[in-house]
């Protein structure tokens, strides 16, 4: 009855990342990064394959977290395949990278961050719904930066982010991609 809901946004990412990359094989990992309350980008991609992806679901919102791992366990067919982190790109990127084992760990990094920064447009009064859309503790760089140092040298970052601001996530991925690495397609 309150929170954030899941939009068709996740389930378009996770139907576009599938159809990139085909069907996973048992080792495939995948992060699903700034997961939300419902973790649905990473179990829509995890769970489509013939056998289910490795998965790694990290989320800053406490009270999300505590939801997310709930719809963890609710829809996972294999859940000791899954793990939900709770963690800041920003703040506890050292922690996320090293501690836990996360830099360089994963094969796909599968994102749907805040859309906007927080100076733009007028945010809800909900925090949890404020801190989804809008740019609160990270932006859409240090997204983009965090999930370049957890990919292996060469899985694939999937991203899905609103035309309106295309420019800034071109901008974060050439930054940290190259120019040459980096592919947008309108989905």
């Known amino acids: 009855k309150v929170g954030y809901r899941t939009g068709v946004d996740a389930l378009a990412l996770a139907w576009f990342a599938?159809?990139?990359?085909?069907?996973?094989?048992?080792?495939?990992?995948?992060?699903?990064?700034?997961?939300?309350?419902?973790?649905a980008v990473g179990l829509a991609y995890a769970l489509s394959g013939a056998r289910p992806a490795r998965a790694t679901f990290?989320?800053?919102?406490?009270?999300?977290?505590?939801?997310?791992?709930?719809?963890?366990?609710?829809?996972?067919?294999?859940?000791?395949?899954?793990?939900v982190v709770l963690g800041d790109v920003v703040k506890d990127a050292r922690a996320l990278l090293d501690d836990r084992g996360m830099r360089r760990a994963f094969d796909v990094v599968l994102l749907n961050p805040p859309f906007f920064d927080v100076g733009s447009g007028t945010p809800p009064?909900?925090?949890?719904?404020?801190?989804a859309r809008f740019e609160s503790t990270a932006t859409i760089r240090?997204?983009?930066?965090?999930?370049?140092e957890a990919l292996?040298?060469?899985?694939?970052?999937?991203?899905?982010y609103t035309s309106l601001g295309r420019a800034r996530l071109l901008a974060a991925m050439v930054a940290a991609f190259g120019d040459d690495a980096v592919r947008a397609t309108d989905v």
């Open 125 to 131: 009064k909900n925090k949890e719904k404020k801190d």
């Open 142 to 148: 240090d997204f983009v930066g965090f999930a370049k």
């Open 152 to 160: 292996r040298e060469d899985g694939e970052i999937f991203v899905v």
């Open 18 to 39: 599938r159809r990139s990359r085909g069907d996973v094989v048992s080792s495939d990992r995948a992060c699903d990064l700034g997961a939300g309350s419902s973790g």
């Open 58 to 83: 990290v989320e800053a919102q406490r009270d999300s977290c505590e939801r997310l791992r709930r719809s963890v366990e609710t829809n996972a067919r294999a859940s000791d395949a899954f793990d």
